[in-house]
């Protein structure tokens, strides 16, 4: 199983490899369809996943051979075991009464050449509650890397790394894409 994992990774990281290199002409040229569709299938469910403690909802947007690296932590989990954990988070904030929040920013958008791999770097802002509390406070803000497939139709989250970051509420709001429910 973490052999098909690493295999899956190294393979990833040829094509964002081999993509970044065969766009030595200059950048290439992402449609705005193609963005919109990622935020439909991923960002969006991503925030409500957070907003409505529904880890049905979260599991759903990645495949099920996730790499997520933890970078602050040194830490890398994949598959199942990964999206278990994950869901069982969600549902813990929910039994306990708390909720959860999250913003995105989207940074750089690279795609290959067959636009069904890409590969997105931002920053993201995490808001909580504990019980009793009545509304979210941010709790910190981080920097991501992901990369996200189709499969079978529907983008996919297949890599996802983060690191907190110190970035101040004007520095994540100033950014050109921002990605947060209303």
Not at 84 to 113: C, H, P, W
Not at 154 to 179: A, G, P, T
């Amino acid at each position: 199983k973490n052999q098909k994992s690493m295999r899956y990774l190294i393979l990833l990281v040829f094509f964002l490899v081999v993509g970044f290199t065969n766009g030595q002409n200059g950048p290439r040229t992402i449609s705005k369809e193609l963005l919109e569709s990622i935020k439909a299938e991923i960002w969006i469910p991503f925030m409500e996943s957070y907003a409505y403690l529904d880890s049905d909802k979260l599991k759903s947007i990645h495949s099920d051979e996730i790499v997520r690296i933890t970078l602050d932590q040194d830490n890398i989990q994949t598959g199942q075991d990964y999206l278990t954990n994950f869901g069982r988070y969600i549902d813990n904030m929910k039994q306990q009464g708390g909720g959860l929040g999250i913003a995105f920013v989207i940074l750089s958008t690279a795609v290959n050449e067959t636009q069904d791999i890409a590969y997105q770097t931002g920053y993201y802002r995490f808001s909580s509650k504990q019980k009793g509390e009545k509304d979210l406070s941010i709790r910190g803000y981080g920097e991501f890397n992901v990369a996200i497939k189709k499969e079978e139709g529907s983008w996919k989250l297949v890599l996802d790394s983060d690191k907190r970051v110190q970035l101040s509420h004007d520095e994540f709001n100033s950014q050109k894409i921002i990605y947060k429910l209303e």
